[in-house]
């Protein structure tokens, strides 16, 4: 039986389901060896040791993060899922909404460019 969704929707899912989890390696799982992570000042995070490091050090230090998918669309190598990330940092409430838009290679994400703005939690 094949699951719903394209297999980039999937992918988005997936991803989704182990940053939730607080899974660095699932969310290691979702990315090609050579993933780029852009953030919306622009920085970029390449390869998975720099996103295994990334992804620890935002566990840690936002343990309750959380990522609400709103919405995720993929097909033909590219992608895109609509968000809202919550987390307390610093005993303050952080909520940001925004998209990430992917691209895929062989089934798994090659590239997310985040354009997630933080916005007064509430």
Same mark, same amino acid.
């Given at each position: 039986? #094949?699951?719903? /969704? =394209?297999?980039?929707?999937? #992918? ?5 389901? $182990? ?5 660095? @390696?699932?969310?290691?799982? #979702?990315?090609?060896? *050579? ?6 000042? /622009? ?5 998975? *040791? ?7 050090? @935002? ?7 959380? #990522?609400?998918?709103?919405?995720? =669309? /993929?097909? $033909?190598?590219?992608?895109? $899922? ?7 940092? *610093?005993?303050? $409430? ?12 062989? /089934? ?15």
């Amino acid at each position: 039986m #094949c699951l719903p /969704g =394209t297999r980039e929707e999937r #992918c988005i899912t997936a991803y989704f389901d $182990a940053f939730n989890a607080h899974d660095v @390696e699932g969310v290691l799982a #979702c990315f090609r060896h *050579d993933v780029t992570l852009v953030s919306p000042d /622009g920085t970029r995070v390449v390869g998975l *040791d720099a996103a295994r490091k990334r992804y620890a050090h @935002e566990f840690s230090t936002m343990p309750d993060a959380h #990522c609400e998918l709103v919405l995720a =669309t /993929g097909h $033909a190598g590219y992608g895109a $899922a609509e968000s809202v990330f919550r987390a307390t940092v *610093d005993g303050s $409430a952080l909520e940001a909404v925004g998209a990430e838009v992917m691209e895929f290679v062989d /089934g798994l994400i090659s590239e997310i460019r985040d354009y997630h703005q933080l916005r007064t939690a509430g």
